[in-house]
């Protein structure tokens, strides 16, 4: 069984850049798309990104200048840069397995989710 | 960005009553529509994938139907580990995105 556990600084500052990495047990990440989501407290959830270990990788717009996901098949982890924070950007972190075919496409597994906190 | 509303925002319900929660799609979305339950502090946890697809080890009485835009979730006879927060999650195109979600409380 897949598990995904999420790991970080839990405060970063404004203007900085916010680094988190997921760890995958029980299964490899050369398989599936390996994603990123987050939810502010309170509130609803956002998609952030995810990557393929082929390189394909899709961000949200509204991030993508600002997001880099990348992939350690070495270490079967995959992690999130997301630079200039702002205290808006204060969340629950999620990774998540993202499994897709001609036919389906949803997030099945997810770690726990960490917080991150911006503030100076 | 395809906007997903959810409707009830919340809902008052008592044990083994009936649900529903509707999911409706700012454009077409074909069955590209999955369901999350997310209980306090905890991560969401996928129900039903492809519109109505039940996920392992899922409880049957959660349901779900619908295409194009319009989307249901039926819970047939509530548990108190049901109460929850329910999300629909669209995967047709990206940015991948999720309705406000529906609070279920315990009336």
């Known amino acids: 069984q897949v598990q995904l556990q999420e790991s970080g600084p839990g405060l970063v500052k404004p203007s900085e850049t916010l680094s988190l990495t997921c760890t995958v047990s029980g299964g490899s990440i050369r398989s599936h798309y390996w994603s990123w989501i987050r939810q502010p407290p309170g509130k609803g959830l956002e998609w952030i990104g995810y990557?393929?270990?082929?390189?394909?990788?899709n961000y949200n717009p509204s991030l993508e200048s600002r997001v880099t996901i990348s992939l350690d098949t070495s270490r079967n982890q995959f992690s999130l840069k997301l630079s200039s924070v702002t205290a808006a950007e204060a969340a629950v972190y999620y990774c998540?397995?993202?499994?897709?075919?001609?036919?389906?496409?949803?997030?099945?597994?997810w770690g726990q989710g960490t917080l991150v906190t911006v503030s100076s | 960005d395809i906007q997903l509303t959810q409707s009830p925002s919340s809902l008052s319900a008592s044990v083994e009553d009936r649900v529903t929660i509707t999911c409706r799609a700012s454009?077409?979305?074909?069955?590209?529509l999955n369901w999350y339950q997310q209980k306090p502090g905890k991560a969401p946890k996928l129900l039903i994938y492809?519109?109505?697809t039940l996920q392992s080890g899922v409880p049957s009485r959660f349901s779900a139907s619908g295409s194009g835009t319009d989307f249901t979730l039926t819970i047939s006879s509530l548990q108190p580990e049901d109460f929850a927060t329910y999300y629909c999650q669209q995967s047709f195109i990206t940015p991948h995105t999720f309705g406000q979600g529906t609070k279920l409380e315990i009336k």
């Open positions: 492809t519109a109505s």
């Open positions: 454009q077409t979305i074909s069955t590209y």
């Open positions: 998540a397995r993202y499994v897709t075919s001609t036919t389906l496409a949803y997030f099945d597994t």
């Open positions: 990557m393929h270990h082929s390189g394909s990788a």
